[in-house]
């Protein structure tokens, strides 16, 4: 604990730390109500600058600690295991400190930036992985490369900047990184018990990058009114990506037909009939007869009569509730979603019967609005109702 050596003007380091205590508790004994909230900003930046110079501190000590074995008489068998024993901490921070301190050692410029405060600790050990990885190839240069980018960018920048150096560096140990993080792509969709289905996976670099092109474009910016949180808005693009695909009919015939979701429903369901049986979705469990309705405003049908034994089944023709003419028609005059104050694109909508065609509603442009999957939602499941203006325009009465 009491260094040989003597810290400037004589104090053991003992005596340093006692100071540095008996300053921070200084600090905390401030009435912080009495000072301005603004100049917590610059607190801030002075404490994380004391933080990075303190890790410095803290790393160089380690560095001696780890050298010469200092944990030997404490019977730790490494000074990882002490770190996680004495200081309570993650195998894998406490193996991060030790490798980083050893790193430091040949990284001179970044030793000096950490114990400057110009850098965080973050920053130090991506520096520090990365000489590693590099070997040999890590010279002065790109040292100086990613200390100076290090000190004006957030820990991620940092690390594409890092990926630049590398590519020029190694280019052929990077594309092997990128064959290997291919190979650990995956995706599980399971249902649960309350049949929701959950979503695990892991793409790699072009694959992510192409799932969050579409789902940007799904989503689009917010609108004001928009209540969803950014996770629910990434949920309904994804599923409105899907749909969008399905109705397209440009994927492969499963079963020598084009994929589509199917539901069966009885027609007492679709009327809201009490007593009446929940609609079937094909992977999933029942659904309620108002999701039943919904999805039912805009599809194709097949009418099958059920006789009195189950196996007296009849199939009419099938045939688009919105015929693609009148289609056409409402693309024309609604052009986008006619939700009040909604501008999805009419790719993005359905029809919405305003009276249901299952409650007699007529298929005719009166009775139709183009509505975006969300407001189609909130029309059926949330219970806004819908109703033409004096000048045309489409008012939601909220429930
Ligand atoms: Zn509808
Ligand atoms: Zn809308």
Redesign the pocket.
């Known amino acids: 604990m009491c260094s040989k050596g003597g810290v400037r003007g004589n104090w053991t380091s003992a005596e340093v730390f006692q100071q540095i205590n008996s300053l921070l508790d200084r600090l905390a004994d401030e009435d912080l109500t009495a000072v301005p909230a603004e100049a917590m900003g610059d607190d801030q930046i002075a404490l994380q600058r004391i933080d990075n110079r303190v890790r410095a501190e803290a790393l160089r000590r380690l560095r001696r600690f780890d050298k010469g074995q200092g944990y030997t008489d404490s019977m730790a068998l490494s000074a990882k295991a002490w770190l996680r024993w004495k200081c309570n901490l993650d195998y894998n921070v406490a193996s991060g400190q030790v490798e980083v301190a050893r790193r430091l050692e040949t990284l001179p410029q970044t030793s000096k930036a950490l114990a400057d405060g110009d850098i965080s600790y973050r920053h130090a050990s991506l520096i520090a992985r990365t000489a590693e990885r590099l070997g040999d190839r890590m010279e002065a240069h790109a040292e100086e490369i990613l200390v100076n980018a290090a000190k004006e960018l957030d820990p991620l920048r940092l690390r594409y900047a890092i990926a630049q150096l590398r590519h020029c560096l190694e280019p052929d140990q990077v594309l092997d990184d990128a064959k290997k993080a291919h190979e650990r792509r995956f995706l599980y969709l399971s249902q649960t018990f309350d049949g929701i289905f959950r979503i695990d996976g892991q793409l790699d670099a072009d694959g992510g990058a192409a799932l969050q092109t579409a789902l940007n474009a799904a989503m689009g910016p917010p609108a004001a009114d928009d209540w969803r949180s950014a996770a629910e808005r990434r949920a309904d693009a994804l599923t409105d990506i899907a749909r969008r695909q399905l109705d397209s009919g440009r994927l492969r015939e499963v079963g020598g037909q084009k994929p589509h979701l199917m539901i069966t429903v009885d027609m007492a369901t679709l009327r809201k009939e009490p007593g009446s049986r929940a609609a079937e979705l094909e992977w999933a469990q029942p659904i309620p007869a108002e999701t039943a309705r919904r999805l039912a405003c805009d599809c194709t049908i097949t009418p099958v009569l059920r006789g009195l034994e189950s196996h007296q089944v009849e199939a009419g023709r099938t045939s688009r509730v919105i015929p693609p003419s009148m289609r056409r028609a409402l693309i024309a005059r609604d052009k986008h979603?006619r939700?009040p104050g909604?501008d999805?694109p009419v790719a993005w909508t359905d029809g919405h019967h305003l009276k249901h065609w299952a409650d007699g509603g007529p298929t005719l442009p009166f009775n139709l609005a183009l509505?975006?999957g969300?407001?189609h939602y909130a029309t059926h499941e949330l219970g806004y109702r819908l109703k033409w203006g004096e000048n045309g325009e489409l008012v939601a009465i909220p429930p």
């Open positions: 979603c939700f909604c999805r509505l975006c969300r407001h």
